[in-house]
């Protein structure tokens, strides 16, 4: 899946423009992002689009070296079960 990125969000859409996944966040400070909100359209739910999006995420803010601060209850419970993969790049 390809995620483009606008504004303070990273998303995918299809080729009719309907929105397939978003992530949204907000700045915090010069060296970090909060993470408030992920979505994933639920005819693609429980097939990984959800962290592959967060991946997307951690990819683009180490090539700016910022930090990712979980709020989303979602990237909060992958961050703490996946802390060998998100440890280094979460505040």
Do not use: W
Request: proline content about 5%.
């Amino acid at each position: 899946m390809e995620f483009k990125k606008e504004g303070n969000r990273f998303f995918s859409e299809d080729s009719d423009g309907n929105l397939l996944a978003e992530i949204t966040y907000f700045p915090k400070g010069d060296d970090r992002i909060v993470i408030d909100h992920t979505f994933v359209d639920p005819s693609l739910r429980g097939q990984g689009i959800a962290e592959q999006s967060v991946d997307y995420v951690v990819k683009e803010m180490k090539t700016e070296n910022k930090k990712i601060e979980p709020l989303c209850p979602y990237v909060v419970e992958l961050f703490a079960r996946k802390p060998e993969k998100y440890g280094e790049i979460s505040v």
